[in-house]
């Protein structure tokens, strides 16, 4: 039970009435706290504690101060003796409650399969509700084990009727190829084909993942499986399925296997087309990128460049003022001489042809190995914009796959949609003199433009999840209730007026800047680069007092405390392991041996020691069973939740007095963590050298990490920022 240190959630919870006063002191005084805790404990919760350290400290102390005596007696109260049990019983009298019924039990299981069931909730979760469903009715149900034996049962009950049905919505041509799948998993739609990662961004990964999307597609599987039930369900199967072998899959029924293999593939269908968007982004991005740098490095062994241009011309305009009359010879050439401006010529030249340059190279690259991927990425990818702006792409993509059969490099202009799809820069490459259109640099265009739009979600694409239709992302009553959700906000649903006010509050602070520059010697302003405005960064904050001692003391007493004992004692105070659920049926592994493996996984994976080499420094344990939890229990929701109780643990224990109070901000910043290119996510980025990953964290003021997300180098800072603000799972309270 968490704290309910508020004062609201004491008072409704805690406060006990005249009647229960009366109740209470009816009985001995050594025992009438032990029985205030288990009355109001039953009341809230539909159950009695077995234990005080189950129980909220602040309701244990709120109860002591109404009956007048001190919190520690209820250390010598037995939760599980015989005066407790009697105390249970004169409860259930006092409170009205009567024995559960064959009707009541009828009820409450049809309650269950129907209303319980199909959200998939974990078992503790609806043991909770279950509980209370009694306790509303004043009945008073079987003990915690028979209760959690029958919703497990339930549980079971209606997942195989829910798969069963699956099935038998199947064709049988379906059926045959989701057992052919399985049975030779390591073909090219094989089972563990269908598993794999995507990796690396490449042509031959490409056509790949376009191989598998069609195998899928071809399938033709039943669309409203997935909204037939609760996610949670989808999201266990999904690490079920994904857990297991081929040679696990094959030991369930036929019925089961082609039900759970029907709901992964389903769910597997949006990650994989997610995974060909994003390589697609990847692919037109790598061919600009290494075609500009290749452009840039001839230009550079061409011509000298020549900096500060800018300066140049103010000085050129001031004299050019100062001495109106005076000649070119007298006037100009003192500041710029005839080798420099002639210099500045070519560059200027050199850049005027940079945009042509680049393309041709583009082009090159394109038609020579890179074309080969798009037949299949228009036959597995269904593109669409709700922006009218927009839709001659789509015609464009259309009017590509139309021509895909045939041979001819140039069509004529008429029927091609060109508005909005050839940059005006690229045009005369495209179109030549005749008025003919280019195929392949036709083509180029397109998915150029394509790339911008998917990455703003101008353009959507069917059957994907992170490039989904973004109306789908509002509220389902947006147009009805749009002006109540902009009130929400704060924000005007005029565009103009929004962007008016942003232009006048950036104007507002540049005329402040402008104003104190001259006083600030933080900032300075740039004379060349994309960043004009350059501030010192600010100097470290001092080290508070007394902490050396705290690091001294610290050593002293735990000296080369193994990190693993670190993170035993974390799981000890603060139960991070049980936010780890199985995504089998059941658990047969003792809780002992099981709390040890995961102990054992978590370290091996938080210290990039990896299972095996963990699994060789162990010696009862070996790496299929360490490999086995780790595919079972460990998971991102799971791991998520895991460092949110310990945020949370943290946050509670803190002194007040000393830490000071955690407040209402957090700050936000990126580490670079070096990665394989076989993760999509890696790239090499120039500000920090290497390919890589980042890892953005949300920190409190007192150093304690809320909330970190992995994300590209080159993604947008912002998004993180308010993703962490907006979905970190802590308790505590960041002013939004």
């Given at each position: ?104 039990r009828e009820k409450m299981s049809a309650w269950i399969s129907r209303d319980l069931c199909p959200t998939g909730q974990p078992v503790p979760i609806m043991l909770g509700q279950v509980f209370l469903w009694y306790r509303d009715r004043h009945i008073f149900g079987p003990s915690r084990k028979e209760l959690e034996r029958l919703v497990r049962s339930l549980r079971q009950k209606y997942l195989d009727t829910w798969l069963t049905g699956i099935r038998n919505q199947l064709p049988e041509n379906t059926a045959a190829m989701l057992e052919a799948s399985i049975s030779d998993p390591d073909g090219p739609t094989g089972f563990n084909a269908m598993k794999g990662d995507a990796g690396y961004a490449s042509l031959d990964t490409v056509i ?529």
């Amino acid at each position: 039970m968490q704290s309910e240190s508020s004062a609201a959630n004491l008072a409704t919870s805690w406060s006990l009435s005249f009647a229960d006063l009366d109740f209470i002191h009816g009985k001995a005084e050594a025992t009438r706290l032990g029985l205030a805790v288990q009355l109001k404990f039953f009341a809230a919760y539909g159950y009695f504690s077995l234990d005080h350290t189950a129980v909220s400290s602040d309701g244990i102390a709120y109860l002591a101060e109404q009956l007048g005596t001190h919190a520690a007696t209820l250390n010598d109260y037995e939760f599980s003796g015989r005066t407790a049990r009697r105390h249970a019983a004169e409860i259930l009298k006092y409170l009205g409650f009567r024995r559960l019924s064959r009707i009541d039990r009828e009820k409450m299981s049809a309650w269950i399969s129907r209303d319980l069931c199909p959200t998939g909730q974990p078992v503790p979760i609806m043991l909770g509700q279950v509980f209370l469903w009694y306790r509303d009715r004043h009945i008073f149900g079987p003990s915690r084990k028979e209760l959690e034996r029958l919703v497990r049962s339930l549980r079971q009950k209606y997942l195989d009727t829910w798969l069963t049905g699956i099935r038998n919505q199947l064709p049988e041509n379906t059926a045959a190829m989701l057992e052919a799948s399985i049975s030779d998993p390591d073909g090219p739609t094989g089972f563990n084909a269908m598993k794999g990662d995507a990796g690396y961004a490449s042509l031959d990964t490409v056509i790949s993942m376009a191989a598998k999307l069609d195998f899928i597609q071809k399938l033709d599987l039943p669309g409203d499986i997935l909204g037939s039930t609760g996610k949670t369900w989808i999201e266990q199967i999904v690490r079920r399925v994904g857990a297991e072998t081929a040679s696990e899959m094959r030991r369930h029924s036929p019925t089961r296997q082609l039900g759970l293999y029907t709901v992964y593939l389903l769910s597997r269908q949006a990650q994989l087309t997610d995974a060909m968007i994003d390589m697609l982004i990847e692919t037109i991005h790598k061919i600009g990128s290494r075609s500009k740098r290749k452009v840039i490095g001839d230009i550079a062994k061409d011509i000298e460049r020549v900096y500060g241009k800018e300066r140049l011309l103010v000085d050129i305009a001031s004299a050019s003022l100062d001495d109106p009359s005076g000649r070119i010879c007298d006037v100009i050439f003192p500041i710029a001489d005839s080798v420099k401006l002639t210099a500045i010529i070519k560059e200027s030249q050199a850049k005027g042809a940079l945009d042509r340059r680049i393309y041709k190279v583009m082009r090159a690259s394109w038609a020579s190995h890179y074309r080969r991927m798009l037949p299949g990425l228009l036959s597995v990818l269904q593109f669409q914009s709700n922006n009218t702006t927009w839709r001659p792409v789509l015609a464009a993509l259309e009017w590509i796959g139309s021509k895909m059969d045939e041979g001819c490099r140039y069509v004529p202009a008429y029927g091609v949609p060109t508005d909005a799809v050839i940059p005006v820069k690229w045009r005369s490459a495209v179109v030549d003199g005749e008025g003919r259109v280019n195929r392949i640099s036709y083509e180029l265009c397109v998915l150029t433009v394509l790339r911008e739009r998917l990455r703003s979600k101008e353009i959507w694409v069917v059957g994907a999840d992170r490039y989904r239709n973004p109306d789908d992302d509002l509220p389902k009553d947006f147009e009805h209730r749009r002006a109540a959700y902009y009130a929400d906000l704060k924000l005007t649903p005029d565009a103009k007026e929004f962007s008016a006010g942003i232009r006048a509050d950036l104007e507002r602070e540049l005329l402040l800047l402008n104003q104190t520059i001259l006083r600030n010697d933080k900032v300075r302003l740039l004379w060349r680069g994309e960043n004009r405005i350059s501030i010192t960064p600010f100097k470290p904050v001092a080290e508070p007092k007394g902490l050396e001692a705290i690091k001294r003391e610290i050593s002293g007493r735990w000296p080369m405390t193994s990190l693993l004992d670190v993170l035993k004692e974390a799981a000890l105070d603060t139960g991070l392991l049980d936010a780890f659920e199985t995504s089998a049926s059941r658990v047969s592994l003792p809780k002992a041996v099981l709390d040890r493996r995961l102990l054992l996984c978590l370290y091996a994976l938080g210290t990039n020691a990896g299972l095996k080499r963990v699994a060789g420094a162990v010696p009862d344990v070996s790496y299929e069973e360490l490999l086995h939890v780790h595919r079972r229990f460990i998971n991102a929701p799971a791991l998520r939740e895991a460092c949110a109780r310990v945020a949370n643990a943290t946050l509670t224990i803190r002194n007040v007095a000393v830490w000071g109070d955690a407040g209402t901000a957090c700050a936000s910043d990126s580490t670079k963590f070096g990665a394989w290119d076989r993760n999509l996510m890696t790239e090499w980025h120039a500000r920090y050298g290497g390919r890589s990953v980042m890892i953005y964290w949300h920190v409190e003021k007192r150093a304690t990490c809320v909330y970190s997300q992995l994300k590209r180098c080159s993604s947008s800072e912002v998004a993180s920022m308010i993703e962490g603000v907006l979905r970190h799972c802590t308790d505590m309270d960041i002013q939004r």
